[in-house]
């Protein structure tokens, strides 16, 4: 079966420092990979997502690489701000059109 | 404004009682989905529905109940079947062109008493 493997948290960083979270996935087929982030007390939102092998996704400073040699997809940013602080979710979909989620990576940016 | 709303933000639970939790989308999809929450645990799926009248079992159903009766509603039973219901839970909806991309309320914390 489909299955997302994400770092464990938690992630600390300070303000503008560079971030990168693991995500490596395990699918049949050719599936979309997405970021998802999640504030505090709120549900998920869509981040960035890419559709085929060596599409980048890029939204709000946040990149990510579907790299299928290494089947990962992870998220960099190169200078965090407080504001990103949030749990991240890698997630995939295949050919049964359900999404996949990994176990979230908390990220928390101190000043 | 469109978008998901739940309720309540924070419910109680006595043992052996069942709770409703609401879910309410005005952006007229037709894909919803319930997920549950645990700390450290990626999202799992409780019931998913793709259309007005019809729902499927996802991975962790049992102990959970759906309806579907109307497009913009989705509501969760958690009956007293569900031994561990202490969770956030999150409802979900997409349209059916774009089933990977959902669009989430922001989540019910359920707590037993």
């Known amino acids: 079966g489909n299955s997302v493997t994400q770092m464990e948290g938690p992630v600390t960083l300070s303000e503008e420092a560079f971030l990168t979270i693991n995500c490596t996935y395990t699918a049949t087929g050719y599936p979309s990979l997405f970021w998802y982030v999640q504030y505090p007390g709120e549900g998920l939102q869509l981040l960035l997502k890419?559709?085929?092998?060596?599409d980048k996704g890029s939204n709000k400073g946040f990149e990510a690489t579907y790299r299928k040699e290494t089947t990962s997809f992870h998220l960099e940013k190169g200078s965090v701000q407080v504001s990103d602080s949030a749990v991240y979710f890698c997630?995939?979909?295949?050919?049964?059109?359900?999404?996949?989620f990994g176990s979230g990576t908390q990220l928390t940016v101190l000043p | 404004d469109g978008g998901i709303t739940q309720s309540p933000k924070y419910l109680f639970r006595k043992e052996g009682q069942n709770v409703t939790l609401s879910c309410e989308q005005n952006?007229?999809?037709?894909?919803m989905y319930w997920y549950r929450q645990d700390p450290g645990q990626g999202l799992r799926l409780i019931y998913y529905s793709q259309i007005v009248n019809d729902f499927q079992k996802g991975d962790i159903a049992e102990g959970y109940s759906v309806s579907r009766e109307k497009k913009e509603s989705f509501p969760l039973t958690v009956t007293s079947a569900q031994k561990n219901p202490t969770a956030f839970y999150l409802c979900?909806?997409?349209?059916?062109?774009?089933?990977?991309?959902?669009?989430f309320g922001s989540g019910t914390q359920l707590s037993v008493l």
């Open positions: 997630a995939l979909v295949s050919s049964a059109r359900q999404l996949t």
């Open positions: 890419a559709t085929k092998a060596d």
């Open positions: 979900a909806s997409s349209d059916t062109g774009s089933r990977e991309k959902l669009f």
């Open positions: 952006l007229n999809h037709d894909a």
